[in-house]
């Protein structure tokens, strides 16, 4: 387990943009596929982006395609999420993880450990 801190959340308009971090210590995670992932009330966990463990590969959800960016600092043990366009169905708490195997990426929150606490993201309309 790799502690992990997110954090960037906060309150917004709609069509206004956050952008998120996630900063890693302890031990490199280099060699690992990072993801985003957001809880809203009431409903399961799901994927939101990934990005390949050299930052060459990115994979989003179709309910943010085109409107969420992740990109990564492998130097600063860092994962970003820019966020624009925000709607008030982007309301969540969202998460950053790891995932579990080197070099593997997946959508499925199971794949992943070392979560960080999450932060909050309201939209409002």
């Known amino acids: 387990q790799v502690p992990l801190v997110e954090s960037g959340g906060g309150l917004v308009q709609a069509g206004g943009s956050l952008r998120l971090s996630c900063a890693a210590s302890?031990?490199?995670?280099?060699?690992?596929?990072m993801g985003w992932f957001r809880q809203a009330p009431g409903k399961e966990r799901e994927f939101v982006a990934a990005?390949?463990?050299?930052?060459?590969?990115?994979y989003y959800a179709d309910t943010v395609e085109g409107r969420f960016t992740i990109s990564r600092d492998n130097a600063k043990n860092t994962v970003y999420l820019q966020m624009n366009s925000l709607e008030p169905e982007d309301t969540a708490v969202y998460y950053c993880?790891?995932?579990?195997?080197?070099?593997?990426?997946?959508?499925?929150?199971?794949?992943?450990?070392?979560w960080g606490q999450g932060t909050q993201v309201t939209v409002s309309s």
């Open positions: 302890g031990r490199s995670f280099t060699n690992y596929a």
């Open positions: 993880a790891i995932e579990r195997r080197k070099f593997l990426v997946h959508r499925d929150p199971n794949e992943y450990d070392s």
């Open positions: 990005i390949t463990w050299s930052g060459s590969n990115k």
